[in-house]
């Protein structure tokens, strides 16, 4: 039988999840497909627990937020820049699916959330989840802070350029798939421990007092780790796996190639054309979810 709590919950879930994807729309950061797809995973997520729930909208909202963080000197760097990342069904599934996934797995087997512990699956489902989206978060604030760090307008748009992942670690233009710089890892990590702390915050109603300091640190580190780890995955899946160009006549990077546009005249900076930037999101933060779980069950 339902109970007054979940039916409460299925309520919050409905009016949050409405209000994330209408707002996406009005502010341009999901497209109409991208909105219902937002809808769908919000109140999955809030369905499963309040926890895994706020902890995706923290994610959403941070990383709508910095989409639009200098978005002027974004399009200098970035072939088909889109105003506020309008993300589409595919970018929003491939970015929460499969967390949203393991909340619900979660609410099948547990019913009832609790703390980081060595308990066995439970946890492993928690840290999961977690490491999931802390990737998630870490990787957005990389892309969206470091591709602009130090950059102005009018400067040149190869000063400042971040490093290849893989050898031989040589510059890249911004924008580049598998680039990494200072500024970026350091935000991917800060990325990564927002999640972390607000996974810890949430989780204080069922978090026993003489708990409280060990949960904090196990949350924090292991949020911490799955942003720098998982925007360091993506970092090399992308320098191998999905190709980058560089357009030399408009100045841009370009991850897929504009059907007006010649692949003979654009420069090839690094990797194979075999996945897309939405399916190196997906492997990275899948493993990253992996990871986190099986730290989860040695530390």
Known sequence: ????????????????????????????????????????????????????????????????????????????????YREGGQRNWRQVLNSSLPGVIIALVYLARFQVDGPLLHDGERSLLLAAYLGFFACTNGDTWASEIGIVAGLRSGSSRLSGSPLLAIPPFRKVPRGTNGGISLVGTIASLAGGAVIGLAYFLLGLPFTPGHLMISQARRNLWLGTFGGGFGSWADSVLGATLQASWYDEEAGVVLAEIPPQREKKKLKHITGVDLLSNEQINLLSACFTALVCSWLQSRF
């Open 1 to 80: 039988m339902v109970s007054f709590g979940e039916c409460v919950r299925a309520a919050v879930a409905v009016a949050l999840a409405s209000g994330l994807a209408l707002g996406g729309v009005k502010r341009k950061s999901l497209s109409t497909d991208g909105a219902v797809a937002a809808f769908v995973v919000g109140f999955s997520a809030l369905l499963a627990s309040y926890r895994f729930g706020f902890t995706l909208l923290v994610f959403y909202w941070t990383s709508s937020k910095l989409t639009k963080f200098k978005s002027d000197l974004k399009r200098m760097v970035e072939g088909g």
